[in-house]
């Protein structure tokens, strides 16, 4: 398979440079179009695994994160001489990781704002953003039912540290008043549908 892509790839590089010959600046051209298709390789493989085991750690991917660092840099592609697209300032922000590839972790925000970061800015403890999507208060009990009394109504936005779901109800904290509880899962962006952690 991998010699078949590398023989296509030749073939099409081969159809360029003929095609360039004829005009004075082809020479130009084909650095350029070659610089920019070499970069593009290691998005398509790392593309390309979504959904699966990551081939770098081994761990699903995709699957969410958190911010690590203080200040973070997401990047256009997995290295740093790609462009920055976004700088977070704040540590414990939840991310999905989409891809991996060497060092670097192709991440999404609830914005949807997507791109790469460096492994060692993210941490596997897990966080997540109540409700972002809407626009009505999040009932945080005091236990893991329908029935328990209510701790606080949270507002969408609010950040919060979560540190077991059951595939329905998620054990959260929040850090600033150091206020615990249960919130449905469904109400988080964190963490999966139906997905079971302790």
Same mark, same amino acid.
């Given at each position: 398979?991998? #010699?078949?892509?590398?023989?296509?790839?030749?073939?099409?590089?081969?159809? &360029?440079?003929?095609? $360039?010959?004829? %005009?004075?600046?082809?020479?130009?051209?084909?650095?350029?179009?070659?610089?920019?298709?070499?970069?593009?390789?290691?998005?398509?493989? !790392?593309?390309?695994?979504?959904?699966?085991?990551?081939?770098? $750690?081994?761990? $699903?991917?995709?699957?969410?994160?958190?911010?690590?660092?203080?200040?973070?840099?997401?990047?256009?592609?997995?290295?740093?001489?790609?462009?920055?697209?976004?700088?977070?300032? !704040?540590? #414990?922000?939840?991310?999905?990781?989409?891809?991996?590839?060497?060092?670097?972790?192709? @991440?999404?925000?609830?914005?949807?704002?997507?791109? /790469?970061?460096? %492994?060692?800015?993210?941490?596997?403890?897990?966080?997540?953003?109540?409700?972002?999507?809407?626009?009505?208060?999040?009932?945080?009990?005091?236990?893991?039912?329908?029935?328990?009394?209510?701790? !606080?109504?949270?507002?969408?936005?609010?950040?919060?540290? &979560?540190?077991?779901?059951?595939?329905?109800?998620?054990?959260? &904290?929040? #850090?600033?008043?150091?206020?615990?509880?249960? @919130?449905?899962?469904?109400?988080? /962006?964190?963490?999966?549908?139906?997905?079971?952690?302790?």
């Amino acid at each position: 398979m991998r #010699d078949q892509r590398r023989g296509s790839i030749r073939r099409q590089m081969a159809s &360029v440079l003929r095609s $360039t010959r004829r %005009h004075k600046y082809g020479c130009i051209i084909l650095s350029v179009s070659l610089a920019a298709f070499l970069q593009g390789v290691p998005l398509m493989q !790392a593309q390309a695994q979504a959904g699966r085991v990551g081939h770098v $750690t081994g761990l $699903t991917v995709p699957r969410f994160v958190s911010l690590k660092a203080n200040r973070a840099r997401l990047r256009a592609g997995p290295g740093v001489h790609y462009p920055i697209k976004w700088e977070y300032m !704040a540590p #414990d922000i939840p991310l999905e990781i989409t891809a991996e590839y060497g060092n670097w972790r192709k @991440v999404r925000d609830w914005t949807s704002a997507e791109g /790469w970061m460096y %492994h060692a800015l993210l941490s596997g403890r897990r966080t997540a953003i109540v409700s972002p999507w809407g626009k009505g208060l999040t009932a945080l009990r005091s236990a893991a039912t329908d029935q328990s009394d209510v701790v !606080a109504n949270l507002q969408p936005g609010v950040f919060v540290s &979560v540190r077991s779901c059951n595939g329905n109800w998620c054990s959260i &904290v929040i #850090d600033g008043p150091k206020l615990g509880g249960y @919130v449905e899962q469904v109400g988080l /962006w964190g963490v999966y549908p139906g997905e079971v952690f302790r």
